[in-house]
């Protein structure tokens, strides 16, 4: 966090910062969701796989409403207030689904209140408006992002579609990305320097530091609740299920 505050500091003029949440600012607590982990991509393949996964939305609804975040870095709510306090617009993208998922009316709501929680706040708002249908995707028909309350929920969209999009409605000097992967990097540098806009693009590798081990028998027991009773448990809790097995 140290590097990327370094390069943050080198900007000297206004900017618009997009932050890539899921694995840079926040991962799922439990630990066999850590990145050297086999079970780092679980729930993506389950959702890549819902047609095939029996009570898929019942999963879906327990894993998101049960499940605990935790800051990759304790020192991002200090390093967004920071940018913020400089008079720059920070927004972050949660490539996750907007409305409802099973019984959770909106998703955005509950995404919200998590880093909140966690005292991660971005710019309130775009041109003035902060709970809106920002787009629709012309890559992936009837995929929408939504903007709710400084948070880009992507889903699915290609990340260079959000940001041709913020670009031809803002026109920044500056635009600066802030991801832990290189995907899209080239085609969004390409766009910025068609529009004469300055592009910083910053990878943040915070998420590899973490590398606390899981525990076999806990993630067995998670994988039994949450596939044979569609019930998410974190590992406090499967350690407590262990603990009277025994």
């Known amino acids: 966090s140290d590097d990327l505050v370094s390069h943050i500091e080198k900007i000297k003029t206004k900017a618009i910062f997009l932050i890539n949440l899921r694995n840079n600012v926040v991962l799922p607590k439990s630990k066999m969701f850590r990145f050297n982990s086999p079970y780092y991509d679980l729930i993506d393949n389950v959702e890549k796989n819902k047609f095939k996964v029996p009570y898929f939305m019942e999963m879906l ?22 940018i913020l306090d400089g008079g ?36 309130s708002s775009f041109h003035g408006k902060s709970d809106f249908i920002f787009m629709t995707s012309k890559m992936l ?15 699915h ?10 670009i031809h ?49 806990l993630v067995k027991i998670q994988k039994e609740y949450f596939f044979n009773h569609q019930r998410w448990l974190e590992d406090e809790q499967a350690k407590a299920f262990l603990d009277k097995e025994e």
Request: one cysteine or more; aromatic letters at 12%; charged letters at 25%.
């Open 88 to 123: 720059n617009s920070v927004y972050g993208i949660a490539t996750l689904p907007s409305g409802p998922v099973g019984r959770v009316q909106r998703l955005e709501y509950l995404h919200f209140q998590e880093l909140k929680d966690l005292k991660i706040n971005f710019s």
């Open 141 to 155: 028909e009837d995929n929408e992002i939504y903007f709710y309350n400084g948070i880009f929920f992507t889903d």
């Open 169 to 217: 409605r803002s026109f920044p000097n500056y635009l600066v990305l802030i991801d832990n992967k290189r995907d899209e990097l080239e085609k969004i540098r390409q766009i910025c320097l068609e529009h004469n806009i300055s592009f910083l693009s910053i990878i943040y590798r915070g998420v590899e530091l973490i590398t606390d081990k899981f525990d076999p028998e």
């Open 61 to 82: 609804e327990s894993w998101y409403v049960s499940r605990s975040l935790m800051l990759v870095s304790k020192k991002w709510p200090e390093i967004i207030q920071n």
């Open 157 to 166: 969209t290609p990340l260079v579609e959000l940001v041709e999009e913020i």
